[in-house]
């Protein structure tokens, strides 16, 4: 840890430096204490802190495919490239783990110096909202980091651990692991610290009020406080929640409408951020060769009356072999593949959280109620269902699995409810369900492979920084 720390303790803000002010400090470097002098300062600062969500292996990395390739959705396809095989199989391990760790810190660090210095400024909305923004940011990163690398708040004893919640740019730290549950309640606490602080908008692609209430609304329900997860969503939700309309529901995945959006991290053309839709597939000779493509019994599910089965699944030829082709992240109309700003939080998962609260703290009426609004902008015909119970509760997860699908969901999302992966090894990569089948198909609930490994060479340089059980 302290490798990566004293890495970033230097360069952290050099995403929000201009040329000249670079030239003004010895080695090409800025230190922290000449970079937030003004207002703009700290506003070329948190446009930093942004670019890192975009830049260092998040969300433009592998964060909206790797869910999804290591748990059920998808099945690698028999004529790509064999992309994250090794997440895949469930092979990964200390020299073979995601970027995400160190990259993580680098965008936490950015908040962090942003915290450390916003107080020189005077009292007023400027100063909140720089605040607010810079710990709701510090919690969605180490939030997914929990996801990755830590066993989830309700599957935790007192004696499981996770990494270090770094509040400060203090380069010579070595931190040991902390408890879970411990790090859980420190992300509530920069989220419900960052709530009154925040601007009610920021813009697009800057967090504000009803997306820290949807992020609060995630978190807990991970932690099981389906209380205060009711809470947040309607504050996030309104008492009109919004939904796009079938129309414009295709037109989210094409940056053609913000409509449903809470917040997503900008990619403009200039930044030519393709690696979202080469995840799932190259185009070849005008024909979608996939990386990746729907699981078989998943895209049965799919109805036709279903605006997602259009939206989210093109079945088409390539090399003669008929696929079910993921083309959720195939860009904007007119310019490069797969550049498209990543959907971070939508008011489609809020009301499923709230939907799900309501349901196992025992509302079933406003459940239903939450589901059928879900359905009824989803399906061409939809007619009100009437469940209870268990079967409602089934019926909110599937709904869960067919909205969030392809967006980095399914993974954490068993692990949450502590369930196994299970892959249906009948079928395999083609249209029909014919074709190659899983070889790796069964993940048992529990197992230390939900949590992913630390790198090695972190384990190695900070001695008192221990490897997560089983690797």
């Not at 072999?321 to 971070?344: E, F």
Request: hydrophobic fraction near 40%; glycine fraction near 8%.
């Amino acid at each position: 840890m302290k490798k990566i720390l004293f890495a970033l303790s230097t360069v952290a803000l050099l995403a929000s430096c201009s040329k000249k002010e670079l030239e003004l400090s010895p080695f090409n470097q800025i230190e922290t204490s000449q970079a937030f002098n003004t207002e703009t300062d700290v506003n070329l600062a948190v446009l930093g802190m942004y670019t890192g969500l975009r830049n260092n292996n998040y969300v433009n990395g592998t964060w909206n495919i790797l869910a999804d390739v290591m748990a059920d959705n998808l099945i690698i396809s028999s004529l790509g490239r064999q992309t994250l095989t090794v997440f895949g199989d469930w092979r990964y391990n200390g020299d073979a783990t995601v970027g995400f760790f160190s990259n993580g810190y680098v965008i936490a660090r950015r908040a962090n110096a942003i915290l450390e210095n916003i107080e020189k400024f005077p009292a007023g909305v400027f100063k909140d909202n720089v605040r607010g923004e810079a710990l709701a940011v510090r919690a969605l990163v180490y939030f997914d980091m929990a996801r990755t690398f830590s066993k989830t708040f309700e599957n935790a004893t007192a004696a499981d651990s996770t990494m270090a919640y770094i509040t400060s740019t203090d380069a010579k730290q070595l931190p040991t692991k902390e408890p879970v549950r411990g790090f859980y309640q420190k992300l509530v606490t920069d989220l419900t610290t960052a709530l009154p602080l925040i601007n009610t908008t920021n813009g697009v692609g800057r967090l504000n009020k009803a997306a820290v209430n949807g992020l609060l609304s995630r978190l807990y329900l991970y932690m099981g406080d389906f209380t205060n997860c009711i809470a947040a969503s309607n504050a996030a939700l309104g008492t009109t929640p919004v939904l796009p309309s079938r129309t414009d529901f295709s037109l989210i995945w094409t940056d053609q409408t913000n409509n449903g959006v809470l917040f997503k991290v900008v990619n403009t053309t200039l930044d030519n951020i393709n690696a979202q839709g080469v995840n799932y597939y190259q185009t070849v000779g005008g024909l979608i060769r996939s990386e990746y493509v729907c699981e078989y019994n998943l895209r049965q599910l799919y109805q036709p009356s279903d605006i997602r089965t259009t939206a989210y699944i093109q079945t088409s030829l390539y090399n003669g072999v008929l696929q079910n082709h993921i083309i959720k992240y195939a860009g904007r109309p007119g310019q490069v593949a797969g550049v498209v700003d990543h959907k971070v939080l939508r008011t489609a998962e809020v009301l499923l959280n709230r939907a799900e609260a309501y349901q196992r703290s025992g509302n079933d009426v406003q459940a239903l109620a939450d589901l059928n609004l879900l359905r009824a902008n989803r399906y061409s015909s939809s007619t009100p269902l009437a469940l209870t119970g268990t079967a409602l509760g089934d019926e909110i997860l599937k709904e869960r699995r067919l909205e969030l699908a392809f967006e980095g969901d399914r993974f954490w999302d068993l692990k949450r409810r502590n369930q196994p992966v299970q892959r249906d090894a009948n079928f395999g990569d083609r249209a029909d369900g014919t074709g190659v089948k899983y070889i790796f198909t069964s993940l048992p609930a529990g197992n230390h492979r939900f949590q992913l490994p630390f790198p090695s060479s972190e384990i190695n340089f900070n001695k008192g920084f221990k490897q997560n059980p089983g690797y």
